[in-house]
C-alpha cells in the first residue's frame, strides 16, 4: 500500500500524511451529510412527482372524456376542424435555482387557460362541449409542465446523488484506507529504524568497553 | 497529491449556494421580487407563500429580526442526521413548525429537516460546517 503512495518514512512525510488523512475524514464526513441531505430531497421530490402525476393523469382522463363527450356530441371532423383553426404559443420561462450546488430547472408559465373568445375557433359552429374540453385540456397542459419540472429536478438531484456516492466511496474505500496504510507504514519503520539505532548503540557500547 | 485538491474543491463547492448576504424577513415582504445573490453568481428566490407562512408564525416585531434564508447547519460533529437552527428568532419560528420548546438553538433530527425542508423549501437552506 505505502509503494502505492510511493511515500518516504520521515517524520516529514508522516505529519504530511497525518494531515491528508485529517482532510480526507473531514471531507468524507462532510460528503456523507452531503448524501444524506441529497437523498432526503430526493424523497421528496419523489412524494411530489407521485402526487403531480397522479393529479395530471386524473386530469387528462377528465379532459380525454370530455374531447370524447365532444367527438359524440359536435362530430368529429367539426373536432377536428376547430381544433385546427385554434392557435396556440405557450410562453414558458425556464430558469435555474440551486440547491446544494446543484442547478435545478426553474419553470414559470403564464396563465394557461384562456376564455372561449381568445382560443381560436369560430363561435357559430361550436358547442359548448367543445369548450370544456379545450377547459380541461388546458388544466392538463399546466400540470404537466409541472410534473415535467418536478421530473427534471429528480434528474438532477439523482445525478448529484450518485457523484457525491461515487466520492464518498472513493474516499471511504480507495483513499482513506490507502493513507492510513502508508501512516502505518511510516509509523512500523520510524519504530523498526530507532529499534536499530538502539541496538546499534548498545553494539557499539559493548564493543567500546571490550576495548578497554 | 491531487487527492487533496479534489477534496479542498469539493468541501468548496458545499456552501457554493449559500447567500452573499441575507435579508430580512420584512424586506423580503417588501421587494416585488424577494431574492438574494448567491456566492456562485446565481440568484435565490423565495416563495411568497413561504413568506406569508413565517410571517403568520411571528408577531410583527420580530419581522425585523428573522434573517433569511434559515440556515439548517449540518455538523459531522453533531452526529449523523442532526442539524442545528442558530438564531434566536430563526430557532423561533423552526421550533414553531415543529411543535418544539424553542430555544436559542435548535438541535433536530432527520425526520423533522426533511419536515422543515417541506415546509419551507425556498426560506431554508442547508449549511454545512467543519
Known amino acids: 500500500m505505502a509503494t502505492a503512495l510511493a511515500v ?8 504530511k500524511l497525518k494531515k491528508q488523512l485529517n482532510l480526507a475524514q473531514r471531507g468524507h464526513d462532510l460528503l456523507k451529510e452531503k448524501m444524506d441531505a441529497l437523498v432526503m430531497e430526493f424523497f421528496e421530490i419523489f412524494r411530489k412527482i407521485q402526487e403531480s402525476r397522479t393529479k395530471a393523469l386524473e386530469q387528462l382522463s377528465t379532459a380525454y372524456r370530455a374531447l370524447t363527450n365532444c367527438f359524440a ?12 383553426e385554434t392557435r396556440r404559443e405557450l410562453q414558458i420561462e425556464i430558469s435555474s435555482r440551486y440547491l446544494m450546488g446543484i442547478s435545478i430547472p426553474a419553470v414559470e408559465f403564464g396563465e394557461i387557460q384562456r376564455n372561449a373568445l381568445t382560443r ?3 363561435l357559430h ?13 388546458e388544466r392538463a397542459l399546466g400540470l404537466l409542465v409541472e410534473l415535467a419540472e418536478t421530473e427534471a429536478v429528480a434528474f438532477a438531484i439523482a445525478r448529484e446523488l450518485e457523484k457525491t456516492k461515487r466520492r464518498v466511496n472513493a474516499l471511504e474505500y480507495i483513499l482513506i484506507p490507502r493513507l492510513k496504510g502508508a501512516l502505518k507504514f511510516i509509523m512500523m519503520r520510524l519504530d523498526e529504524m530507532e529499534r536499530e539505532n538502539f541496538t546499534r548503540l548498545k553494539r557499539i557500547k559493548a564493543i567500546i568497553e571490550e576495548h578497554r | 497529491m491531487n487527492a487533496d485538491r479534489l477534496i479542498k474543491f469539493e468541501l468548496a463547492r458545499l456552501n457554493a449556494h449559500l447567500p452573499e448576504r441575507r435579508i430580512s424577513l420584512k424586506e423580503a415582504l417588501s421587494l416585488t421580487k424577494p431574492q438574494v445573490p448567491t456566492r456562485d453568481g446565481s440568484v435565490h428566490s423565495f416563495k411568497r407563500k413561504e413568506l406569508e407562512i413565517l410571517a403568520k408564525l411571528l408577531p410583527e416585531a420580530d419581522w425585523e429580526k428573522l434573517q433569511l434564508p434559515i440556515f ?6 453533531l452526529g449523523r442526521g442532526a442539524a442545528k437552527v442558530s438564531g434566536e428568532v430563526e430557532a423561533k419560528v423552526a421550533a414553531k413548525l415543529l411543535g418544539k420548546e424553542a430555544a436559542r438553538e435548535l438541535l433536530i433530527y432527520r425526520p423533522e429537516v426533511a419536515l422543515l425542508r417541506r415546509n419551507l423549501p425556498t426560506t431554508t437552506q442547508y449549511l454545512f460546517v467543519w
Do not use: C, N
Open chain 2, 72 to 77: 439548517i447547519a449540518l455538523e459531522p460533529k
Open chain 1, 73 to 84: 356530441l359536435m362530430g368529429t371532423l367539426e373536432t377536428v376542424q376547430a381544433a385546427r
Open chain 1, 8 to 15: 518516504s518514512p520521515t517524520r516529514m512525510e508522516l505529519m
Open chain 1, 125 to 137: 359552429m361550436t358547442s359548448s362541449v367543445l369548450d370544456e374540453a379545450a377547459r380541461e385540456f
Open chain 1, 120 to 122: 381560436g375557433y369560430g
